[in-house]
DNA sequence: GCCGTTTTCGGCCCGACTGTTTTCAGTCG
């Protein structure tokens, strides 16, 4: 999407900046703008033509007006002019960890490097070493910086992260010295992709927790290793960085772990205009020195006249002033999750029975389970033909006969095919309670085409949700050419809902297109997208998302009960 | 380059670790 785009090209300009020594507040000016962008939850091209460019924050007139050039033209030419006057190496150096905006300086100007893979050939030949203010250790660890960018180029998604992190956490709680320990980080902010796990612990004795950390079996390399702070590769090879602190500290030193960066630095701003210091030590007066917080996150925020945030909302997007006027979200919880909406029995390409599938739903104290399979034209996924699918809503029924405490509903993903038709006739929709449109087919269409199939599916009246409405799929499938804004708009208007796929490489929508979706008057629906019983567990990665998005339960169909789902489906079928 | 219960100009968050240095710049988060 657009401000994605516009957010890449904020900082590479940062960079550019940052690269000819430039003052650091405007490179910082540049980053927070970039930031901001990547989680817009409007859309940007509206912003523009409305005028309204400067109400995102960090954007002022001249942001605004290269933001503008950019809508217009595809291009800024202040950017472009900047980018030819520097080598265009400096990009890919800077990827390297261990190599910032100095080093880079250094090396593009006096080697002239074009590659990453003579990055590599130039210190293994000691063509580093001879620059100044490199020396043969800094050579090394460029070389390991250059490892880890091979091996970890793609961020991994959240739900990879999520186990990986909590297997370790189990295993950390086992050491002698450690009184209390937590994610931090994106990953506690539940970031559609994670770079490094944070973690962080509370101790007496942080050096020996340090020893132990880098000792355990867990360890593949350490990174960096200091008295209080400790970086590894583990043997999954992912980063992780561990912070100690004392129990007082706690608090403050969750906060700063858990940032985000830019929450931090508004959290720290008002903390001066208090006359107060915010560090990761805890919150004192500027003038004593006097300790005011820093136990419990929540006293730390209290000081600063504020509710607690919630981690999933530290993101500088306006929770430091709804937390000032005490009007933040009721966020969703998992205890509000009445059901799932999208899951896949034996019948078409789901690994477990229909009966198998309610069971798990019961045990997780599901109200109501949407059995979705398949649709005729999908056949790789063994897509249910009418005669199967009538089959199909007969076991239904009879499973439904025999079951206490939970209602299953009836349901298909039904294709919408090429031509914005959906893939089983009305006479077969009717009869279901929970009709899903899926887009399987045509990815490469233009954005039109495929936007209008979408909202002529929504059209229908038996349609009750789009899944997954951009069709990524992280690190293999670009998202299809989708007019996002007129989806959300169509959502209002036919009063279908729009899934956040809950699948962790879909994680579709992400959460700022959710937020921009509920804005616009869209319901959402929270669903796993099931293909085997663990699959359910995947609502975890749902609600983050959706938390995220600020979303309440009002804005999610799985918190109304199965009367008032029902009810609220028939609506959209009696409209005229 | 942004922004204003102190400001339309003059500020702009704070600290850990590393390597190259003999007191600190660079990098990272």
């Known amino acids: 999407m657009i401000h994605h785009e516009l957010a890449e090209l904020f900082d590479n300009m940062a960079d550019l900046l940052e690269f000819r020594n430039e003052n650091p507040f405007r490179v910082r000016a540049y980053r927070r703008a970039s930031a901001q962008l990547a989680q817009l939850s409007e859309d940007v091209r509206t912003l523009d033509a409305e005028n309204r460019l400067t109400e995102i924050p960090g954007i002022g007139q001249d942001l605004a007006r290269k933001i503008h050039e950019y809508l217009a033209t595809g291009t800024v030419v202040e950017i472009e002019r900047l980018k030819q006057q520097v080598p265009p190496s400096i990009f890919l150096l800077i990827q390297v960890p261990g190599i910032g905006p100095k080093t880079a300086a250094i090396i593009a100007e006096r080697l002239k490097i074009t590659s990453l893979a003579q990055l590599e050939a130039a210190a293994h030949d000691h063509q580093l070493c001879k620059l100044p203010g490199i020396q043969e250790v800094k050579e090394q660890k460029i070389l390991k910086g250059l490892a880890l960018v091979r091996q970890g180029q793609h961020r991994r998604t959240l739900g990879a992260a999520l186990s990986l992190a909590q297997r370790l956490i189990e295993q950390l709680k086992a050491l002698p010295d450690i009184r209390r320990i937590e994610i931090a980080g994106s990953l506690r902010r539940m970031k559609e992709t994670i770079g490094d796990v944070d973690v962080l612990v509370s101790t007496a004795k942080p050096a020996a927790v340090m020893r132990q950390f880098t000792g355990g079996a867990w360890c593949r ?279 956040i796929n809950a699948s962790p490489t879909r994680l579709d929508l992400e959460a700022s297109a959710a937020r921009q979706a509920v804005a616009a008057g869209a319901r959402i629906v929270l669903s796993t997208d099931t293909h085997r019983l663990d699959h359910l567990d995947h609502m975890t990665l749902g609600l983050g998302l959706a938390r995220r998005a600020w979303l309440e339960p009002k804005d999610v169909l799985n918190c109304l009960r199965r009367d008032e789902l029902l009810a609220w489906i028939q609506q959209k079928r009696n409209r005229p």
């Not at 915010?278 to 820093?294: Q, T």
């Not at 937390?323 to 690994?351: C, M, W, Y």
Request: aromatic share 6%; charged share 25%; hydrophobic share 40%.
């Open 221 to 499: 390399q350490v990174l960096a290793s200091g008295p209080t702070k400790t970086s590894i590769l583990t043997t999954d090879g992912m980063q992780v960085d561990l912070r100690a602190v004392k129990p007082e500290e706690f608090g403050a030193a969750w906060v700063y772990l858990t940032g985000s960066k830019d929450h931090n630095v508004r959290l720290r701003e008002r903390a001066i205009r208090l006359g107060l210091k915010l560090n990761e030590y805890g919150l004192f007066r500027a003038a004593s020195g006097r300790r005011v917080a820093g136990r419990e996150e929540a006293d730390v925020y209290k000081a600063l006249g504020l509710d607690w945030i919630p981690p999933e909302i530290r993101e500088d997007s306006g929770e430091l002033d709804a937390a000032a006027d005490h009007t933040l979200p009721r966020l969703i919880e998992a205890k509000d999750i009445r059901g799932d909406f999208h899951v896949h029995t034996n019948q078409s390409d789901g690994s477990n029975t229909l009966q198998e599938l309610a069971d798990a739903a019961r045990r997780r104290g599901y109200e109501y389970l949407a059995i979705t399979d398949h649709s005729q034209s999908l056949k790789i996924a063994h897509g249910l033909s009418e005669a199967a699918m009538t089959a199909q809503l007969a076991r239904i029924a009879e499973a439904n006969s025999t079951l206490r405490g939970l209602t299953l509903l009836s349901g298909a993903e039904v294709d919408i095919l090429k031509d914005g038709r959906m893939d089983y006739p009305d006479r077969i929709l009717k009869q279901l309670d929970v009709v899903i449109g899926s887009v399987h087919s045509g990815f490469n269409q233009p954005e039109a085409t495929i936007t209008n199939r979408i909202l002529s599916a929504m059209r229908n009246r038996y349609v009750t949700f789009i899944a997954h409405p951009t069709g990524r799929l992280h690190g293999q499938r670009e998202p299809y050419a989708v007019n996002l804004p007129a989806v959300f708009e169509g959502a209002r208007e036919t009063q279908t809902a729009l899934e």
